[in-house]
């Protein structure tokens, strides 16, 4: 057993457990998977690499961290805000860049590890632009996390940890957009990703998939330990919480809401520009520019052309007649079981 900077004891998974998950999630394979407790966060074993670099990650009062649990929004929250950040007048250069080259995703560097991906080769978009942003350094020790270390002030970075596997001192000393989706979307959407991205490559059932996410079993689960974390501090001044379902049935009041926590003093007809610019039928369109560059290179290409790709239909509801009776009973035992004892609530229509 190891225990790591933040006070979390690491166990791997073994036996059933461990052979389970990996029939499933077979992009798993071999890399092993691991519980961070408390919390039970399930984990891929690479992740213990970066945990302690992570947890120490040197922050500054000019950084704006996107945190999500996975399928919550996380893209289009990373496009609105690098896009008020740093392009308001949507006339940056970089904004032809892969989003996550302008937002790194922080922890990415675990799922790289796979063994049903290729390892980049140098002139993969992925490798070139690590070189320019890190000269002289070695993959081997994180792309992702060292660009973003390297990110260009002002930084916006991704991540889909919780805020106690996250830097100590971020919300004493950036600023925290945490964005969260109802559970009946988020396990719609989850699941799909899963069988789309060869470093997940989930082979099972929805009706499984439905069973490891009221299980706590999924990929940076539990869910509901991820909101109550954010929920319980959403009132400190450096966080600001968002329901996915709010920014799309209120766009506008949201970014303005936005624009005040951010001090990006951005102009109402600015904003109406920035409200089109990142919607999802615009960011559709720039699908290669807002999805993560070489990321096609990790899909699977029979899922997409069956099911659609990274941006199927952004909306809220698209769970209705996903669930049989039974599975929609079994969310709704998880909501009860673990959401209404802290006062959230979540819209599934809109």
């Not at 992570?54 to 950084?63: L, Q, R, T």
């Not at 996550?100 to 560097?109: K, S, T, Y």
């Amino acid at each position: 057993m190891t225990c790591v900077a933040s006070g979390h004891e690491v166990v791997p998974l073994e036996g059933d457990e461990l052979c389970r998950q990996e029939k499933d999630f077979t992009g798993y394979a071999d890399m092993g998977i691991v519980r961070f407790n408390p919390g039970s966060w399930l984990l891929v074993a690479p992740f213990t690499k970066f945990a302690d670099k992570i947890y120490k990650f040197p922050v500054k009062s000019s950084d704006v961290y996107i945190v999500t649990w996975p399928k919550c929004g996380t893209t289009w929250c990373q496009e609105i805000v690098w896009t008020m950040r740093n392009n308001p007048n949507l006339d940056h250069p970089m904004a032809k860049l892969p989003v996550n080259a302008r937002v790194p995703f922080l922890e990415f560097d675990m799922l790289l590890q796979s063994k049903l991906l290729k390892p980049p080769g140098p002139d993969d978009p992925m490798m070139q632009g690590f070189k320019k942003m890190c000269p002289g350094k070695d993959p081997a020790d994180g792309l992702f996390f060292q660009m973003s270390e390297a990110s260009p002030d002002p930084r916006t970075i991704k991540s889909h940890l919780p805020l106690s596997l996250l830097p100590t001192d971020m919300l004493k000393t950036s600023k925290v957009v945490y964005v969260a989706r109802n559970p009946k979307d988020v396990v719609v959407s989850f699941h799909h990703h899963c069988k789309m991205f060869k470093n997940h490559n989930y082979t099972g059932s929805f009706e499984d998939f439905v069973q490891y996410f009221v299980n706590d079993d999924l990929l940076y689960g539990p869910y509901w330990l991820h909101l109550k974390e954010a929920w319980e501090r959403r009132d400190e001044p450096n966080l600001h919480f968002i329901f996915y379902e709010d920014l799309k049935s209120n766009n506008i009041e949201e970014l303005k809401k936005l624009n005040t926590f951010l001090g990006t003093n951005i102009a109402d007809t600015q904003l109406e520009k920035i409200s089109h610019y990142t919607s999802f039928n615009e960011m559709k369109t720039r699908a290669d520019v807002v999805s993560s560059g070489s990321a096609s290179n990790f899909m699977n290409v029979e899922v997409i052309e069956k099911d659609g790709g990274f941006f199927r239909k952004g909306k809220v509801g698209d769970w209705k007649g996903k669930y049989t009776p039974e599975l929609e009973a079994k969310i709704d035992d998880w909501v009860k079981k673990n959401l209404q004892g802290f006062g959230i609530n979540f819209k599934y229509v809109t």
